[in-house]
Structure formats: structure tokens, C-alpha cells
């Protein structure tokens, strides 16, 4: 048990499908993110909420739209998918008072475009 | 900006062998460093951190220690087995004004074979 909860573990889409990605987390955390990881790529960073506010879009095409609601419930809605979405997508979330703290991550949800 | 860089993997060894990854970092404050894990069909787990220089961070028979002085952050077990197969991510954190920044190094995905 991590703290970090995603669902669901696996999405299998076609590209005109519409699908929500969701994060949970039962830390007491006031950030949270999204990453993007792909087969032999390093981790990227999507977008960044603190305290419910947007303070970082890494250049994300506008097919991923984040949503979050509150400091414990993040959303990634996708519409219009391509193929090379396909990846693993990780939720973490942090306490951001100073510099100390680590993120925790979720178990990520494996998402295929067909 | 910051930056971490790892060895390139993947590292293979025979069980009870020693292990080093190497980190090295670059940035402009005071970071914060991490090392951590991802086993298959996981996210990241945090194996261990350190906040300050000279300080240890260990956790399951692995160690890191913050060096100042070379940037370095370099991970260690004294004897690794299979169960350690995974791949180790080092990262640093730091402050600004929106919040706490995370950069990761690429993983090095390390086999341990019995």
C-alpha cells in the first residue's frame, strides 16, 4: 500500500476514445503529479498541481487535459489519442514545505492506443 | 538548470556480488537526493534519501552518500540478490517559488542472477 491509488492498471483505447486516468492519495499531500513513461525513455514530468493550482505544463499536447479538483484527487482526461501515447502513466504526490520531502509514487496505469 | 546523470545499464551480476550505481548531479541550490526503485508492473518505491552533505541515507542493505564536493550520490550493497532486480532511478529535489522541483536520472536497470 503506497498511499498513492490509480485506476484503472490497464486501458486499452482506440484513438477516438474518451477515458479519465485517476489519482488518489491518502497522504495529507498539497502536490501532485503526472508523469509519462515510456519504454527506453527517461521519466516525464506531464504537469504539477500545487495546492490544487496548475504551476507546470511540461509542453503537454492539449489531448491530456489534467483536472484536480481537490489536494487529493487528480484527473487525466484523453481524447484523441495516438499511437505513441502508449506508455505507463504515474501519479505521485509530495508535501512541498521545503525541499526534504520525497514524492510517492501509484502503481501507474499501462495505457494502449490501438 | 539541475540535472542528474546515472550510469548506463543495464548492470547484470551474479547473486552476493557487490553493487555500485553511479549519480552524479548538477544544481544551483541546496537539493535534496533520492534513490528510488521500480520493480516490474510497479511505480517508483523511495530506497532511501539524503537531505544535506555528508549526510548517509540506507535502507535494505543499501547505502548513498551525499557528497558535496564530487556531486555525487552514488548507490551501494554490499551483496545484492535476485529479489534486487529492478530498476534505480536517483533524483534531487529543490525549492522554488511555485514549489518543490523533482529531476530524475534515466534508471539503470540492474539483473541479478542466482
Known amino acids: 500500500e503506497t498511499g498513492v491509488t490509480q485506476t484503472p492498471r490497464h486501458l486499452v483505447m482506440g484513438m477516438t476514445n474518451k477515458k479519465s486516468l485517476k489519482c488518489e492519495q491518502h497522504?495529507?499531500?498539497?502536490?501532485m503529479y503526472w508523469y509519462k513513461q515510456s519504454a527506453k525513455k527517461p521519466l516525464e514530468l506531464m504537469f504539477v498541481?500545487?495546492?490544487?493550482?496548475?504551476?507546470e505544463n511540461n509542453s503537454v499536447p492539449s489531448r491530456f487535459s489534467p483536472e484536480c479538483p481537490n489536494s487529493s484527487h487528480l484527473f487525466l482526461h484523453l481524447h484523441t489519442l495516438q499511437p505513441e501515447d502508449s506508455a505507463l502513466y504515474l501519479c505521485?504526490?509530495?508535501?512541498?514545505?521545503?525541499?526534504?520531502?520525497?514524492?510517492?509514487f501509484g502503481d501507474g496505469t499501462r495505457l494502449s492506443i490501438l | 538548470g539541475n540535472s542528474v546523470t546515472q550510469m548506463e545499464g543495464p548492470v547484470t551480476l551474479s547473486e552476493e556480488a557487490f553493487l555500485t550505481i553511479n549519480c552524479t548531479y548538477t544544481a544551483t541550490g541546496y537539493p535534496s537526493l533520492f534513490w528510488y526503485v521500480q520493480y516490474p508492473g510497479e511505480g517508483l518505491q523511495l530506497l532511501l534519501k539524503?537531505?544535506?552533505?555528508?549526510d548517509k541515507g540506507s535502507n535494505k542493505g543499501f547505502e548513498a552518500t551525499y557528497r558535496k564536493e564530487t556531486t555525487s550520490f552514488h548507490l551501494e550493497k554490499g551483496s545484492v540478490q535476485v529479489s534486487d532486480s529492478a530498476v534505480y532511478f536517483c533524483a534531487l529535489s529543490d525549492q522554488d517559488n511555485y514549489g518543490q522541483n523533482f529531476v530524475f536520472g534515466p534508471g539503470t536497470r540492474l539483473s541479478v542472477l542466482p
Open positions: 497522504l495529507g499531500h498539497n502536490a
Open positions: 539524503a537531505t544535506k552533505a555528508d
Open positions: 498541481y500545487n495546492f490544487k493550482e496548475q504551476t
Open positions: 505521485a504526490s509530495s508535501q512541498t514545505q521545503g525541499n526534504r520531502q520525497p514524492q510517492h
